[in-house]
């Protein structure tokens, strides 16, 4: 048996989306330890329409077009990270199993992939990890990867942020996207400030960046969010987010790009998602979000349900259906997934 506290720090961890987390930890002396963490996951999906999912597992912005109707057992999602502490400095690895398409007809062998590996100091952070202008508490707990991506933030990139408080600034990886990235000589610039309470949190966030297309011109570019988790009745949370400017890459999984031609884009993108405790063990979220551009004209939507169950405050499995839309081209697909998931 497991008690209520246990469970509702477990459904934190059993979150698709949840942020990077290590578990199992050796004490080594009274300032150094080592931890071991993750979760093996095992999913089933099926795709209905003209637009196919990407590599089969999760909806990104610019899914490919393509008539589908196809059931794929993956656990690619499973990942694995291990922390280390020494006195003030902790070090982080993680890594996930999307790299490749392994061979689905003999051995089924994936490569593993870099997701974080940062260092921390004090107030600094040095490596790959979620970018500042994200707040992770947003994204939507779904058993697709991550929910409605295409109208979230949601990008991983090396950087140097310095963190005083509720207040974050940083310099990050740039990249021209649509652009001339070779040209790139400026980092992207980040601040976020995040209010907490114990009704959740809000975080404000902007990012300046200098962009280089491909006819040799710079550009500036500056976006802007609002996101957040707040409690709302019992153990239920209410989840959004909304972003605008030129977000470009830094908002919905490439639904847009940072330049057409030699214009920069303009992004309007809106994510809300509700998530409801029936019992201590059984949940549901519902979840929206959409991405519309204005130099490109993208119109990309994704709407998802699904039920989870909590087994133990380890295991889990859940159910989820939904649609992803691409209005700009008339096309959609439908889908469900199956998915049982084991936090180490």
């Known amino acids: 048996m497991f008690n209520k506290k246990n469970l509702l720090m477990a459904t934190g961890l059993l979150a698709i989306s949840s942020a990077a987390n290590a578990a199992y930890t050796i004490k080594i002396n009274d300032t150094d330890s080592i931890s071991f963490g993750g979760y093996l996951q095992a999913d089933v999906r099926?795709?209905?329409?003209?637009?196919?999912?990407?590599?089969?597992?999760?909806?990104?912005?610019?899914a490919a077009e393509g008539d589908v109707s196809s059931v794929k057992f993956s656990a690619a999602s499973s990942r694995l990270n291990t922390k280390y502490v020494h006195g003030d400095i902790t070090g982080f690895v993680e890594m996930d199993f999307y790299t490749g398409t392994g061979n689905e007809v003999l051995t089924n062998s994936i490569s593993p992939r870099l997701r974080h590996a940062f260092i921390k100091y004090k107030n600094w952070t040095v490596g790959q990890t979620w970018s500042t202008f994200m707040n992770t508490s947003s994204l939507a707990e779904a058993a697709d990867f991550g929910g409605p991506?295409?109208?979230?933030?949601?990008?991983?990139?090396?950087?140097?942020?310095?963190?005083?408080?509720?207040?974050?600034?940083?310099?990050?990886?740039?990249?021209?996207?649509?652009?001339?990235?070779?040209?790139?000589?400026?980092?992207?610039?980040?601040?976020?400030?995040?209010?907490?309470g114990d009704w959740g949190n809000i975080s404000v966030a902007a990012v300046a960046r200098q962009l280089n297309t491909v006819g040799g011109e710079s550009e500036s570019a500056l976006a802007y969010g609002i996101s957040g988790k707040i409690k709302t009745i019992g153990n239920d949370d209410f989840r959004f987010a909304f972003h605008g400017g030129n977000a470009g890459r830094y908002v919905g999984a490439t639904a847009a790009t940072d330049l057409v031609g030699e214009e920069v884009e303009d992004v309007t993108s809106i994510m809300v998602a509700y998530r409801h405790f029936w019992t201590e063990t059984l949940r549901s979220?519902?979840?929206?979000?959409?991405?519309?551009t204005d130099e490109s004209d993208r119109d990309r939507t994704h709407w998802g349900i699904n039920i989870f169950k909590s087994i133990t405050k380890e295991l889990s499995y859940g159910v989820e259906v939904g649609n992803y839309e691409v209005a700009d081209m008339d096309l959609d697909s439908n889908y469900a997934q199956v998915s049982i998931k084991y936090v180490l």
């Open 46 to 62: 099926y795709v209905d329409g003209n637009v196919n999912s990407y590599l089969g597992d999760f909806w990104i912005g610019n």
């Open 149 to 196: 991506l295409v109208a979230s933030a949601f990008i991983r990139q090396t950087q140097i942020r310095y963190t005083n408080g509720n207040f974050q600034v940083a310099i990050e990886n740039p990249e021209s996207y649509g652009g001339d990235a070779s040209q790139d000589s400026i980092p992207d610039v980040v601040g976020k400030y995040t209010f907490n």
């Open 285 to 292: 979220n519902i979840f929206y979000g959409n991405t519309e």
